[in-house]
């Protein structure tokens, strides 16, 4: 075996090992969101607010947007490390005691998640290749030092919050047919573990009440399908198109009694669509549109506006009560720059739709996805013709959500979060 095929597998194999270890171990539990859903899997996307499907794919990042890239993208390997940093907190005024919220403000602890991902592509001949990724979803992530739940609805322990973290892995092949199109396919493998603590004032909701609360990490397992094509119109105009099936995951049995259907989480599927133009040979701008169908899981979709009682709420039934969330539109621009030969710029801007309604906001202390529009920027640069470094910064804009307390229109729940990530990667190219 020659000494370049060892250098190449001993790069892959520490990648690899520091990414498993990374997302299957929980190092981090969040991303830069749209709902849960990271904006980006790889420093290039980031940088460019979440754009992949259609541009010229840089990294692995893109592969995992859209597996019919996989062709373009030729040989390589690469690796990040994301540092996120999100703020949560909930101000509850008004009314306070029995069977209220507590009237005060409350800040969610745990502002730094360090996440790996990593990707690889072999380009077998010149009309197919395939590859691998490993990326990871989060922002369902709180963890509130007092607990705001009590003592208005009863005893309850701190502190309070839920943790979710998701781990994906993407197998794909591209396959070039011809007149300047290729097409991908990518079975998806998902790892998530979840916990819920603080939440014993909930019990009373329940049908299953030793199963809401405190009962430590409980994981699931499960997998879908992504398919996408790339088609390159001619040498100034790219279009993407890419859908990732629902995620059908094993139950979440510790807290069968806190999400409904027993404990069910199916990741929820998504629609990308996207397209790049060329204006001059070093400018690309792209514009991309993605649906999150989170109105079709019903932990997440089922309505959390009901009157507080246990025949309302069924807390783990089939019909049991949920966080409101809705199907989320996201609107991406970006723009990369060739600005010297070793020297790439990239800039984005991203736009979402509300994840909820205002009336839904009792539920969502414990999940407070309430940014909608982020900005983005990164640079990469070639040390070599193998090596690239690249960066990336996003920010999220502090958005506010305000509504009545469910139980007592007196008294009102803002939820606020605001969040930064930086992400820094390698790839190398032969």
């Known amino acids: 075996m020659s000494a370049t095929i060892l250098r190449r597998a001993a790069l892959a194999a520490g990648m690899l090992g520091l990414a498993t270890i990374g997302c299957l171990a929980g190092a981090g539990s969040a991303h830069a969101t749209n709902g849960y859903f990271t904006i980006g899997t790889d420093p290039q996307t980031k940088a460019m607010a979440g754009i992949g499907v259609s541009d010229d794919p840089n990294g692995p990042g893109a592969i995992a947007a859209n597996p019919a890239d996989g062709v373009e993208a030729g040989n390589l390997a690469g690796g990040c490390l994301d540092l996120f940093v999100p703020y949560r907190s909930d101000t509850n005024i008004g009314t306070s005691g029995n069977g209220h919220l507590q009237?005060?403000?409350f800040t969610s602890g745990d502002h730094y998640f360090a996440v790996p991902c990593f990707g690889m592509n072999r380009r077998i001949n010149a009309r197919t290749a395939v590859g691998f990724s490993l990326y990871a979803n989060g922002g369902m992530d709180t963890r509130y030092g007092s607990n705001m739940f009590s003592p208005g609805f009863g005893a309850a322990s701190t502190p309070v919050g839920v943790a979710l973290q998701q781990a994906f892995f993407d197998f794909n092949i591209a396959r070039s047919i011809g007149h300047g199109l290729t097409v991908g396919v990518a079975p998806v493998f998902v790892f998530q573990r979840m916990s819920a603590y603080g939440l014993q004032p909930f019990q009373n909701f329940s049908e299953d009440p030793t199963h809401v609360t405190n009962n430590g990490y409980s994981y699931s397992y499960g997998g879908g399908l992504k398919v996408g094509a790339l088609w390159r119109a001619n040498s100034w105009l790219n279009f993407g198109i890419s859908y990732q099936s629902e995620m059908f995951m094993t139950r979440f049995h510790r807290y069968a009694g806190l999400l409904a259907d027993h404990g069910s989480f199916n990741v929820p599927p998504t629609l990308t669509e996207g397209?790049?133009?060329?204006?001059?040979?070093?400018?690309?701008?792209?514009?991309?549109?993605q649906i999150i169908f989170y109105g079709m899981i019903p932990a997440l979709a089922h309505s959390g506006a009901l009157p507080l009682t246990k025949t309302a709420w069924q807390l783990g039934g089939?019909?049991?009560a949920g966080f409101g969330w809705k199907n989320m539109n996201v609107l991406r621009v970006g723009a990369q720059w060739q600005a010297l030969p070793a020297l790439t710029l990239r800039a984005g801007f991203s736009h979402a739709t509300d994840f909820t309604d205002n009336n839904q906001l009792l539920f969502n202390i414990?999940?407070?996805?309430?940014?909608?529009?982020?900005?983005?920027a990164g640079l990469a640069y070639a040390l070599n013709k193998n090596w690239t470094v690249s960066g990336a910064y996003v920010h999220a804009f502090a958005k506010s959500f305000t509504g009545p307390y469910i139980g007592d229109p007196s008294q009102t729940i803002t939820l606020r979060m605001s969040q930064n990530e930086f992400e820094a990667g390698a790839e190398y190219h032969w």
Do not use: I, R, Y
């Open 275 to 289: 397209v790049t133009v060329w204006p001059v040979k070093s400018l690309a701008l792209s514009f991309e549109h």
């Open 366 to 376: 414990l999940a407070p996805a309430t940014v909608k529009d982020h900005v983005t």
């Open 318 to 320: 089939a019909q049991g």
């Open 103 to 105: 009237d005060n403000d």
